[in-house]
């Protein structure tokens, strides 16, 4: 599995074909790129996933590079934990702007 970071990548000549967070719990969000044809998580010094505490904070850590698409995903497990049926995909991916979409 790939992995990045953000100082990698947040310069002005990359290009990042989709960014993906991922909105966990307690306002936690997680960060996947697709650059250079190689998918990975955005990892810290320690190679743990690096965690954002807003969608503005992930915006501002990539403000340099282009980003061409983007998104915000959240899957809750609301319905498992009413009784309902486990494996209903309920996934919300909602296109997010960064202000450098093209080059």
């Known amino acids: 599995m790939h ?6 990548l947040n310069r002005q000549e ?11 719990e307690m306002g936690i969000y997680l960060v996947e790129v697709d650059f250079d044809s190689r998918k990975g998580f955005i990892v ?8 954002f ?5 992930v915006k501002l850590a990539f403000d340099e590079c282009v980003v061409r ?7 809750s497990a609301y ?11 309920n996934t919300l991916s909602v ?8 080059a």
């Open 3 to 8: 992995f990045h970071r953000v100082a990698h």
């Open 14 to 24: 990359v290009r990042i074909d989709q960014l993906t967070i991922h909105s966990l």
């Open 44 to 51: 810290d010094g320690d190679n743990r996933p690096q965690q």
């Open 53 to 57: 505490h807003s969608v503005e904070e």
């Open 69 to 75: 698409e983007a998104f915000l995903v959240h899957q």
């Open 79 to 89: 319905d498992e934990m009413c009784g309902g049926p486990e494996k209903v995909d």
């Open 95 to 102: 296109a997010v702007h960064f202000n450098r979409t093209t």
